[in-house]
């Protein structure tokens, strides 16, 4: 079974400084899906970042980056120039990407990092 | 083009009572799967359905059911509710055809939020 461990349970971060947020997971899968959500106070779980296991390169989406180590299972998410609106509990999740296991479907997530940005 | 919907977002209920929630994915998104989260226990896989036909199932207890409907849309059932039922259930969809990988990303609902009393 997948585990996924979030290390900071609370992180806070000054607008515009960058904040880097942990994640490690343990899978003998080599094929998989790791993604970060943001989960605002509104409760909607959005999309930050997504990884694909076999992708060496590093994902980036805009101010978000990830720091993706496969052999160490770490997989961290680079938050760069914070904004207020980047308050939220984060939430680091794998998927397996093998379709025809009875995993597939399923996300398995860490325990979360609520993040507060400080004007 | 419309997200994940879910109802009703807020509900209250007595132990020993059923309910059942409601969630419509994103059209062509044939992979619906259901999570609860607790502050104690955080995010659970509770389970997913593709086709209609259930493809993975949490450790929940068999009060927990769920079901697909051949437009995708799906629904989950609660039975005889207890105290610790109380929860925010998440819905979310997926891109799935079969055993071809799709980018894997899941677009969540704004959940219901279900209160035992």
């Known amino acids: 079974a997948q585990t996924v461990t979030q290390s900071q349970p609370e992180m806070s971060v000054q607008e515009a400084e960058t904040v880097t947020l942990s994640c490690t997971y343990d899978t003998s899968e080599s094929d998989y899906y790791l993604f970060w959500y943001k989960q605002p106070p509104s409760r909607q779980m959005i999309l930050v970042i997504r990884q694909e296991a076999y992708k060496q390169q590093n994902a980036t989406e805009n101010r978000f980056s990830v720091n993706f180590q496969k052999a160490a299972k770490s997989f961290s998410l680079k938050i760069s120039d914070s904004q207020l609106g980047d308050a939220a509990m984060y939430f680091c999740a794998y998927r397996s990407a093998w379709a025809g296991g009875t995993s597939y479907g399923k996300l398995t997530f860490g325990q979360g990092t609520i993040l507060t940005v400080h004007p | 083009k419309a997200g994940v919907t879910q109802t009703p977002r807020y509900l209250i209920k007595t132990r020993g009572q059923q309910v059942t929630l409601s969630c419509s994915p994103i059209?062509?998104?044939?992979?619906v799967s259901w999570y609860q989260q607790t502050p104690g226990q955080g995010l659970q896989f509770l389970f997913e359905y593709f086709s209609e036909t259930q493809r993975n199932k949490g450790n929940f207890p068999g009060r927990f059911s769920g079901r697909q409907f051949s437009n995708s849309r799906s629904e989950m059932n609660v039975s005889t509710l207890e105290l610790g039922d109380s929860a925010l259930y998440l819905c979310?969809?997926?891109?799935?055809?079969?055993?071809?990988?799709?980018?894997?990303?899941?677009?969540f609902g704004e959940g219901s939020r279900l209160t035992v009393l």
């Open positions: 059209s062509g998104h044939r992979s």
């Open positions: 979310a969809s997926s891109l799935r055809t079969g055993h071809v990988v799709s980018t894997g990303e899941l677009f």
